[in-house]
């Protein structure tokens, strides 16, 4: 049975506008695009994000929250971290009324169009090392642009592909012990991929394509992406094998955290990265009385190189007003403790008594298992712009350092968005389907109620150009190099996230000189 619901008057909605409208209790965006009336699902399939209130540019419309992107005539997802579609309804105009039909139990997302395995039609074996957020979308990807062939992912860990990022934010807060799963086993068994769990690669035979596992076994592939990911770097000093000592890359390291630190506990983080600090930042929610959290990282200010001192002084006084402690311009050089860590021994002599210390000085390229490719001093591997690495072997994610349209310089990015775009780039080259990464590069961070996004990227920049007021933490900061934004940061209003990640990826930004004169509204730009 169908609805038929008037949704809207033609002289609601001019051209390029959208609005969200509700059909009993279910939520549609209403598009108008050239002229035409479109209607989708209303809400992100990746957090339910409002997507009337992101950016619609052309027949694309972001996400205002994590900027998946979606075909406004299709609903088909363009670009994650969305896994699903939106769902397309049918839209009619009688005179002045727009007019929706939808199915009585229809719902605002689909799964996207996927093929299953047909050997009989394809008998070749893709593999893919990694099933993080690269890996899963690789295989997702090639089911979608028709690979019939085997698809095998690898991990060695024991859990189906989850939601790595929110092991620093609300797992560590939340009473789970299991993290969000990306896809249900369900999913996987009903589009044939298949994943292999507890499965550690030890080394990859080119000549003869095949993956070796620690226990000996060979897996043959015809093709192979490398994704597997990073893995956290530990210091090397006395005491760090004592007890209580964790990085946190996995949700067992999170179980471990979550079950060790409780009311009263002395923890020390080492590292003012983002998963350092928004660990402290999910250790102070969690409501636990006389909590002691400091923070001890070598540098002055956290988020220096990559966000500048201005933003770093700012989330160093957010952290301080929520009771976290900085020791900053400090190394840790020594673990005291009987059995388990009591406590952390600075490089000036300081001694911190800890319970608890969780390491997040940043991560590696986890390539330590190839011995027949050629690997950057990082560890890291170049790719082209298909992510090719070498004749059927892909690289993705963490691992592979790629060419940056902009600027044509070769850069390693570690976000989980990246990882997903690389991902599936690399698929649709495997599958025969030419791609190049196009895209641009966007992060967030929630720490204790502020969201600060990230568009673009450049490792040095000439200059910042600040817009609002970064002490309210409503700011707009644009970074420039060789008279060019190639990035932008900002939270709150001030900063117009989706427009920017659009003109970014049609180069139209303004130039440096018109964004120090005036304060420019980017989504009229966009327009």
């Known amino acids: 049975m169908e609805l038929e619901r008037v949704v809207a008057k033609v002289n609601d909605l001019n051209d390029g506008e959208m609005k969200e409208a509700k059909v009993d209790e279910l939520g549609v965006l209403l598009v108008r695009v050239d002229g035409k009336f479109y209607a989708v699902g209303s809400e992100c399939t990746h957090f339910g994000g409002p997507l009337a209130e992101g950016t619609l540019h052309g027949h694309r419309v972001l996400c205002p929250w994590h900027q998946a992107c979606f075909d406004i005539i299709t609903g088909n997802m363009e670009e994650p971290p969305a896994l699903d579609s939106l769902t397309s309804f049918t839209v009619r105009v009688e005179g002045d009324d727009v007019i929706l039909t939808i199915p009585e139990d229809a719902r605002g997302r689909r799964v996207p169009d996927m093929v299953r395995h047909n050997p009989g039609a394809d008998s070749r074996s893709f593999v893919i090392i990694g099933t993080g957020a690269a890996g899963n979308a690789a295989a997702e990807a090639l089911r979608q642009d028709g690979f019939e062939g085997s698809v095998v992912m690898v991990t060695k860990e024991e859990r189906l592909p989850y939601d790595r990022t929110g092991l620093s934010k609300g797992f ?11 896809r249900k086993k369900d999913f996987y068994d009903e589009y044939n991929i298949e994943i292999l769990t507890k499965h550690e690669v030890a080394d990859i035979d080119i000549t003869g394509k095949k993956v070796k596992f620690r226990d ?30 964790v990085t946190l890359r996995n949700p067992d390291n999170a179980n471990t955290i979550k079950s060790g630190i409780k009311d009263g506990s002395r923890v020390v983080i080492l590292g003012a990265s983002f998963i350092g600090m928004e660990t402290a930042a999910s250790l102070v929610g969690r409501g636990l009385s006389n909590l002691s959290v400091t923070i001890v990282a070598p540098e002055s200010v956290p988020f220096e190189r990559a966000l500048g001192r201005e933003i770093g002084q700012m989330y160093k006084k957010l952290h301080e007003d929520n009771g976290i402690s900085f020791r900053l311009n400090a190394s840790a050089v020594r673990f005291g403790g009987n059995g388990k860590v009591e406590e952390v021994v600075l490089d000036n002599g300081d001694k911190l008594p800890a319970d608890f210390v969780i390491m997040g000085i940043g991560v590696q390229p986890a390539t330590d298992f190839l011995k027949g490719i050629a690997l950057n001093p990082d560890g890291s ?18 691992i592979a350092r790629f060419i940056d349209w902009r600027t044509d310089e070769r850069i390693r990015i570690e976000h989980w968005r990246l990882a997903e775009q690389h ?54 900061a644009y970074y420039v190099k060789g008279n060019r934004i190639l990035a932008a940061a900002g939270a709150g209003s001030a900063i117009q996230k989706t427009a920017i990640a659009e003109l970014m990826s049609i180069d139209r930004m303004p130039a440096p000189d018109e964004l120090r004169r005036e304060t420019i509204d980017m989504e009229k730009l966009l327009k």
Not at 386 to 395: H, L, P, T
Not at 458 to 465: N, S
Request: no cysteine.
């Open 172 to 182: 560590l807060k939340n009473k789970d012990t299991e993290p969000e799963m990306l």
């Open 423 to 476: 991902g599936r780039i690399a698929a649709h080259n495997m599958a025969g389907k030419e791609a190049e990464y196009r895209s641009i590069p966007f992060f967030w961070t929630n720490q204790l109620g502020v969201n600060l996004g990230y568009m673009g990227y450049v490792k040095e920049w000439d200059e910042i150009i600040f817009k609002g007021d970064i002490a309210s933490r409503n700011f707009a």
């Open 381 to 398: 591997l170049s790719v082209d712009k298909s992510f090719r690495v070498a004749e059927d072997i892909y690289a993705a994610g963490d």
């Open 216 to 245: 000996g076994s060979p897996l043959k592939y015809d093709k192979l992406l490398l994704a597997p990911g990073s893995i956290p770097r530990r210091l090397n000093i006395p005491g760090a094998s004592l007890e209580n000592i």
